[in-house]
């Protein structure tokens, strides 16, 4: 008997055959197979008029690849589908399925949280079918971003200089620009702080007669320092034990955030590495997914993966640092579809892999190890001492700990931010003690941060906007689109996206907001627990969109495009700067009487001289685009060449020197420098 499994990735296919045998023949569908067509109504591929029924079509390319699937199936005696455990990989199952025309007695649905033998030999004798709600669920958020996305992408291009909005996208821009005019409209207030050096340790003023003190300017603090003294009086010494907790083991977002502060990875790059951890790596006696799925919004652990981990500390480090599970508290709007991102194994230790992983995989895989191990650890002790000290009624504090156990610290302690302060024993000072020197600082207060992309997928997930899978994609579109730009990691609104922004809470403050996003993702939820009909939400939604849409094109004032200076060589009218789908472009003001568009000309950059006539050496392309350096003089002069000229001249014969598997030679005499 012949089994097809399908997945998404080739990667993942290699990896699962290797577990399932002879019987099995496991292929990829490359990802999605199917997506709307952009015919209809407005171009959106759904029938409005008649409950949003959506009209998929193959997505370019792919029309190959089905035909090989439907081939497979026809000659397998059941089919597998085997995508990813979420509703994105629901979907796709359900579109191979009405594609390949399969019926329910030949096809299962089988999911792997990770790509392990255990894992995936257990899946595929417990499968079930497709999730229907699941389906619904994602068909709708896809229906949404297509409405959303293509109408209002639509009014920015033909209203504004916007390339693109998007049901979430949009939110997060929003997100960024008001966080600029907070900063804008932010008036520092001055104050100032003062503060007693020691030898060990410094102190801080806090209060005055037991009131909290403020002091606004520097005439205030001549004033204090004017009544002080530099021997102070030990007030009070208050010590208490404390616990400190590890933190809960890695989701999307915290993994994604995380990256980004320790490892300096943007969110598309730690999606991109995470995905190749998870369909499995060659790790010298075999292949295997090295973490569980990277796309949750959960914090759960295996009761497996917790048995084996706790084993492993208490033979390691000890029966003292073992942990124990704690509650955790789920994001907004957590799926809990899977469990957190943690290691398939903890026997796969970050050392032991690091020869068959790159230095970022390396770097990724013990990041979310040493979290996962940490979190089944013990809370580490601290000791922490606050002292007071008195001086003409006015009252210093100073605050220290001394770590008394490690516990979690013992292997996650380079990822923890604070530092242990240690004071003296103050039991040698008599009651009193003196200080070294005893200063004022000015301050001013700060607006509230511009957001990193850190930051930002924080705050979505805080507000319950966006989901897992798409942090990475609006951070990456937001930047593409020439909406924001990044300096010092952090997030700058441009001109154009702040012109998007205002345009789009003029006429769609009620939809484009953190409220209703939130809500919209709700929905969804509902969706896909089958409490709520997902075209009754479609229905809610265009009756609320469709005017506002209406309203804008008619009533939203447009902004004149740029001119060029330049005159149309078809009709003499001026040459303006238009927006398209796929950036700027030159074209004539008098559109559509004239449709004149400016052909792009390329910088022809010289990379050396010709040998043979003096002129240019410039890059050229074959016909089926390889590069090539020739004269710029052709066809009166001939020299050509595969390997980029260096400029410099052969010693020997005066040819040019190229640059060839990294070595500088002459083509011409063999000459190597």
Known sequence: MQNLVIVESPAKSKTIEKYLGNNYKVVSSKGHIRDLATTGKYGLG???????TPNYIPITGKKKDIAALKKLAKESDKVILATDPDREGEAISWHLYDELKLKDKDYERVVFNEITKNVVLDSIKNPRKIDMDLVKSQETRRML???????????MQRKTGGKSAGRVQSVALKLIVDREREIEAFIPEEYWTIEADFKDFKATLEKYLNKKIEIKNETEADEVLSKLSKTFNIASIEEKDKLKKPKDPFRTST???????????????????????????????????????MRTDSTRLSDVF?????????????????GSVKATKEPKNAQDAHEAIRPTSIMRTPESVKEYLSNDEYKLYRLIYIRSLAYLMSSAKTLTTTVNLENNGYLFKATGSVLKFDGYLKVYKEYEDSEDTILPD??????????????????????????????????METLGIGRPSTYATIMKTIKDRGYVTIEDKKFFPTEIGIETTDKLQEFFSDIVNVEYTA??????????????????????????FAPLVEKAFKEMEKKEPEKTGE????????????????????????????KYIKKEEKEIKSVAKCPKCDHDIIERHTKKGKIFYGCS???????????EPTGEICPNCKNLLVTKNKNIICEECGYTK
Request: glycine letters at 6%.
């Open 519 to 544: 809500n919209m993702e709700t929905e969804l939820d509902e969706i896909a627990d089958n409490k709520i009909n997902n075209i009754t939400v479609l229905h809610n939604f265009y009756d609320e």
């Open 633 to 643: 003089n052709f066809p009166k002069c001939n020299y050509a060449t595969w390997y």
């Open 426 to 459: 103050f039991s040698k000072y008599n009651g009193q003690i003196t200080a070294d020197k005893i200063e004022k600082f000015q301050h001013f207060t700060k607006p509230a941060p511009r957001y990193t992309e850190s930051s930002l997928i924080k705050e």
């Open 145 to 155: 971003d297509r409405i959303i996305g293509f109408r209002l992408s639509k009014l």
């Open 46 to 52: 759904i029938d409005i008029e008649n409950d949003f």
């Open 255 to 293: 993994l994604q955030q995380m990256a980004a502060n320790r490892l300096n990875f943007s969110s598309s790059k730690t999606m991109q590495i995470a995905q190749k951890l998870y369909e499995g790596m060659n790790i010298g006696s075999e292949t295997v997914g090295l973490i569980t799925y």
């Open 567 to 594: 005159i149309c060589p078809l009709c003499g009218n001026e040459l303006v700067v238009r927006t398209g789908r796929y950036g700027d472009f030159i074209a004539c003001s008098n559109y559509p009487n004239c």
């Open 306 to 322: 917790v048995t084996d981990t706790k084993n492993y500390i208490k033979e390691t480090y000890g029966a003292n640092y073992v």
